[in-house]
């Protein structure tokens, strides 16, 4: 299993992708959660990523592509991984296919967690209530939801052009989105074997 979920920040993507990786034992990689255990450790990424996190910006791509890269090259053929919150624009989709190439893999599914507008700005409101993250004051949401449309949002159709994009509807429970999740998994285990 190879894919890359793709959604805006509130889908619930990081719930799911987790959930996916433990039912299929893959790799998550979720370069927010890389990205703040780098800020947390104070490393020298960290340093250079914590302004542009803070901001609700993108992290240079270069930074980010080299912290992926450094990531998939030792798991070989072995492994699968779910990708989470990565690639964000499509010059980071260029470097992964070209990454992968060099690596001799191939991706299986993109799949979008499909949200409303309306329905995204009431979650992260109350995710900003309940969880402080420093980037999740109403400003910064506003912004890192700007950021989605302008930069993210076009990989929709970048994917959707090369026969990957699959869509879940995101506004069902988590159980019935995780369900969703694992009817693409099968089909694409059944088209394989078939
Ligand atoms: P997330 O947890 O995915 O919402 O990411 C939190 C923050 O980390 C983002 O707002 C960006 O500042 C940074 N970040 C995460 N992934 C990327 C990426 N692929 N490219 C650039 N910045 C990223």
Same mark, same amino acid.
């Given at each position: 299993?190879?894919?890359?979920?793709?959604?805006?920040? &509130?889908?619930?993507?990081?719930?799911? +992708?987790?959930?996916?990786?433990?039912?299929?034992?893959?790799?998550? =990689?979720?370069?927010?959660?890389?990205?703040?255990? #780098? %800020?947390?450790? &104070?490393?020298?990424?960290?340093?250079?990523?914590?302004?542009?996190?803070? *901001?609700?910006?993108?992290? $240079?791509?270069? /930074? @980010?592509?080299?912290?992926?890269?450094?990531?998939?090259? $030792?798991? &070989?053929?072995?492994?699968?991984?779910?990708?989470?919150?990565? $690639?964000?624009?499509? +010059?980071?989709?260029? *470097?992964?296919?070209?990454?992968?190439?060099?690596?001799?893999?191939?991706?299986?599914?993109?799949?979008?967690?499909?949200?409303?507008?309306? #329905?995204?700005?009431?979650?992260?409101?109350?995710?900003?209530?309940?969880?402080?993250? !420093?980037?999740?004051?109403?400003?910064? @949401? *506003?912004?890192? =939801?700007?950021?989605?449309?302008?930069?993210? !949002? $076009? /990989? @929709? #159709?970048?994917?959707?052009?090369?026969?990957?994009?699959?869509?879940?509807?995101?506004?069902?429970?988590?159980?019935?989105?995780? &369900?969703?999740?694992?009817?693409? +998994?099968?089909?694409? +285990? %059944?088209?394989?074997?078939?």
């Amino acid at each position: 299993m190879r894919w890359i979920l793709l959604g805006p920040p &509130g889908s619930g993507k990081g719930t799911q +992708a987790k959930k996916l990786a433990d039912n299929h034992h893959v790799a998550h =990689l979720s370069t927010g959660d890389i990205l703040r255990g #780098e %800020v947390s450790g &104070g490393t020298e990424l960290g340093k250079q990523a914590k302004s542009y996190m803070d *901001a609700g910006d993108m992290v $240079p791509d270069q /930074l @980010i592509v080299d912290m992926i890269r450094r990531r998939l090259e $030792p798991m &070989g053929h072995k492994t699968g991984f779910i990708l989470d919150g990565f $690639p964000r624009n499509t +010059a980071q989709a260029d *470097a992964l296919a070209q990454m992968l190439s060099e690596l001799n893999l191939s991706l299986d599914r993109v799949v979008l967690v499909d949200v409303s507008d309306k #329905e995204i700005a009431k979650r992260l409101a109350g995710r900003a209530r309940l969880e402080r993250r !420093a980037d999740d004051s109403d400003q910064v @949401i *506003a912004h890192r =939801l700007e950021v989605y449309r302008k930069q993210t !949002a $076009p /990989l @929709i #159709e970048y994917y959707e052009c090369r026969g990957l994009l699959a869509r879940v509807n995101g506004e069902q429970s988590i159980d019935a989105v995780c &369900g969703e999740m694992e009817t693409l +998994a099968t089909a694409r +285990a %059944v088209s394989r074997n078939g």
